[in-house]
Nanobody, 119 residues
Framework: QVLLVESGGALVQAGGSLRLSCAAS????????MGWYRQVLGNQRELVAS???????NYADSVKGRFTISRDNAKNTVYLQMNSLKPEDTAVYYC?????????????WGQGTQVTVSS
């Protein structure tokens, strides 16, 4: 099992920056891809960015050039640096991990952290 704990959500003005962190514990050696999703009440959860164990990153078009995902495998932590924030970035941000055990793939989610961008 993998446990994820996010931090860093806050209220920020448009144009500002935030960095989210997600620390993993448990069977961390089995984690493959980690990522960040976000969800606005009433909408589906959407992928923001993901990063492989080797560091290959993938971004939603809406955040390309503004957000950067990074990963510190030694600390079992993934980060999301968010710059040039817009009101439409307001959402609950969830950390996600995909991991493999005994030949099967599992998913783990964090509890979510609120990001609010004021105009």
């Amino acid at each position: 099992q993998v446990l994820l704990v996010e931090s860093g959500g806050a209220l920020v003005q448009a144009g500002g920056s935030l960095r989210l962190s997600c620390a993993a514990s448990g069977n961390v050696f089995s984690i493959n891809t980690m990522g960040w999703y976000r969800q606005v009440l009433g909408n589906q959860r959407e992928l923001v960015a993901s990063i492989s164990r080797g560091g290959s990153a993938n971004y939603a078009d809406s955040v390309k050039g503004r957000f950067t995902i990074s990963r510190d495998n030694a600390k079992n932590t993934v980060y999301l640096q968010m710059n040039s924030l817009k009101p439409e970035d307001t959402a609950v941000y969830y950390c996600h991990a995909e991991y493999s055990l005994v030949g099967r793939t599992f998913e783990s989610w964090g509890q979510g952290t609120q990001v609010t961008v004021s105009s």
